[in-house]
């Protein structure tokens, strides 16, 4: 199974910059696709981007849409998540998760259905003050 660990995060004024990273480890089918999401204290968990096992496809939110960034660097296996123009509303603790090994999806973007995935980084906290 493959096993994934977060790094980034932390606290930064609202128009500011983080950048997440999930390095996956035991990837043996040579495919993964990774998403990440985020949960807020008493509200739902929200699917904000997710990439194809190749890279070729990506999903962002509408939330985030034009904000954050979802790539991939194969060679080191992680995925990166660059959040621009932070806003208050997007603190939350932020989690990646990862199929593998991911299906071919033919003309779509890994879907944000949380149990598509079965592995998952440890969460980690952003926090956006105004």
């Known amino acids: 199974q493959v096993q994934l660990v977060q790094s980034g995060g932390g606290s930064v004024q609202a128009g500011g910059s983080l950048r997440l990273a999930c390095a996956a480890s035991g990837v043996t089918s040579g495919s993964y696709c990774v998403a990440w999401f985020r949960q807020a204290p008493g509200k739902e968990r929200e699917g904000v981007a997710t990439?194809?096992?190749?890279?070729?496809?990506?999903y962002v939110a509408d939330s985030a849409k034009g904000r954050f960034t979802i790539s991939q660097d194969s060679a080191e296996n992680t995925v990166y998540l660059q959040m621009n123009s932070l806003k208050v509303e997007d603190t939350a603790r932020y989690y990646c998760?990862?199929?593998?090994?991911?299906?071919?999806?033919?003309?779509?973007?890994?879907?944000?259905?949380?149990?598509?995935?079965?592995?998952w980084g440890q969460g980690t906290q952003v926090t956006v003050s105004s």
């Open positions: 998760a990862a199929r593998s090994p991911c299906p071919l999806l033919i003309g779509a973007e890994p879907p944000t259905s949380a149990g598509f995935y079965n592995s």
């Open positions: 990439i194809s096992r190749n890279g070729d496809r990506a």
